[in-house]
């Protein structure tokens, strides 16, 4: 047998830590185990007696034997008398036979065990990373996120299907083993406990270098797995800027350094087997040497050194599975250990503990000497106040890192401010009510991801009650009602994987009705308009008065010409308003906005 390597796993991005880190990861992974296993308790525990039952059943085997070779069968050479005989096969054939149906109702039990788990944990990775803030998604690679909810979690699997049972099951059946030797031969069962210190620093030395080595292969596969679905993520800029070559020399280091992990950990099997057998032959050969030398004096009898014999040999042979599960122990050990490290993030956006209801918002927002930085970065908005009147259109101008895509995120609650409060009618975003915060206010990004499934389901994602006649309105208001009716099978045309069947523009067009549809009292367009060409925005220009009447509507945009429907204009500038007003008068006045208009009309001629 060889030993197996770890596959498709990811780990840490480093892998040393002090010994106050690695206690408390270990803590926080047996805390996840423990709510995993609470559930399912009963099972485990009609899984443990089932094992402990099969595991006696089985030890039994060698002692019978013992007594059949000195008691049963001199009672057939001497008398004749077959009734010994018969009752030790017959228990024997008895213990097998049970020990057998037992073994394989442990299988089924554990098998029930392991999936409970695995579903009760799966649905937590997803649920608990939908509930994470944005913050934590953009922070943490896809790659890594993908990672935790696959092979991490296969990982895990593997251990509690196969690597679990073994490591039980070999446990229990040595120490079984060994209280039976010693009871029916102490003096062997002696000889076998003072071999089992040798092989006590052997396992030891074994999982102290293995720990290391998987560890490293953690981190090392996480890179593997994170570089190539970056790579498939964003091939068409691998493809636009011919990336491929410097790509395959990455990835193929990548890949290099996984496999020289792997052989590390086949070498220290290569070391770990031969001494295991050299243990057990050892061992072996002083108990058939010192019973050898007592059957000789008549101390013991032969039967009885057959059955120390095979007892030793049982004792070993499951030894060799508990390395094995050593293997898939520090793989699962390190993928538990990352999964819980996921569901222990909290979200920086948390839920409020008694929120306030707002069932129909007028969509005055207002922001209360807000300062905000993401994370340890240096401060975008300083001490920033703006109130935006229910009903009214603003549109946010200026340079790239002004701060107006971070305002927006944080009238979406995707974030919350540093000091300071963003209000929706009065009421601070941080005490809404989530449904309410995400029915009174939708932004629009230039991204317009659309899901897998039909135009209809897509449109109908903010309000999914929506009838059919609801959707094609909505459709219709926003200009995308003629295109959808002229794909191959209208609103039920499936856009495919990220909306790759219809184009940039048409997706953002879906994903206006998509808004339209969900009717918010506060809209954002974050450079909505982006995937446009020039015909196609300005045949949307009357589209987009239509979905921002009636509505507070906030639009941050780069083409000035998606301005002009703006009540009002605000040029920011490091995180501050340097200019208010409408937008015929800061075309008339000299100041920044006037700058950038007259710019952007030059480039039109």
Known sequence: MTPTTVSGTSGEDRSDYTRDESRAIRRRSLRLLGSLISPVRGQLILAGIVLVVSTALRVIGPALIAFGIDSALPAVLDEMDWMPTIGVVGLYLLTAVSGAALIGWYVVVAARLTQAIMLDLRKRIFLHTQRLSLEFHESYTSGRIISRQTSDLDTIRELL?????????????????????????????????????????????????????????????????????????????????????????????????????????????????????????????????????????????????????????????????????????????????????????????????????????RGHVEFRDVTFGYADGPTILPHFSLDIPAGQTIALVGTTGAGKSTLAKLVSRFYDPSVGAVTLDGVDLRRLHPKDLRRAIVMVTQEAYLFSGTVADNIALGKPDATLEEIK??????????????????????????????????????????????DPAVLILDEATASLDIPSERQIQQALQTLLADRTAIIIAHRLSTVAIADRVLVMEHGRIIEDDEPRALIEGSGKFAQLHAAWRESLV
């Open 473 to 518: 309105d909505a459709a219709r208001a926003v200009g995308a009602h003629a295109f959808i009716e002229a794909l191959p099978d209208g609103y039920a045309t499936d856009v495919n994987k990220r909306g790759g069947r219809v184009s940039a523009g048409q997706r953002q067009l879906i994903s206006f009705a998509r808004a339209f549809l969900a």
């Open 161 to 361: 299907d196969g690597g679990l049972n073994e490591l039980v099951s070999g446990v229990m059946f040595g120490l079984f083993t060994l209280v039976a030797l010693l009871l029916l031969d102490w003096q062997s069962g002696v000889i076998l406990a003072v071999m089992g210190i040798p092989l006590f620093l052997l396992m030891r030395w074994f999982y102290l270098r293995s720990q290391r080595v998987y560890r490293e292969s953690r981190v090392v596969s996480a890179s593997v797995i994170v570089k190539f679905v970056e790579s498939m993520t964003g091939i068409r800029a691998v493809k636009a800027f011919r990336k491929e070559p410097r790509n395959d020399e990455e990835f193929g280091g990548l890949a290099e350094h996984y496999r020289d992990v792997n052989m590390r950990s086949i070498r220290l099997f290569g070391t770990f087997e031969p001494g295991l057998m050299a243990i057990a032959t050892v061992s072996l050969a002083l108990i058939v040497l010192w019973g050898g030398i007592r059957v000789a004096d008549g101390a013991i009898a032969v039967g009885v050194l057959t059955a120390a014999v095979l007892y030793v040999r049982n004792f070993f042979s499951p030894l060799q599975e508990v390395a094995f599960f050593l293997n898939s122990y520090q793989s699962a050990t390190a993928a538990l250990e990352k999964v819980s490290g996921v569901l222990d993030e909290e979200p920086t956006v948390p839920d409020p503990d008694e929120p306030v209801d707002l069932w129909a918002a």
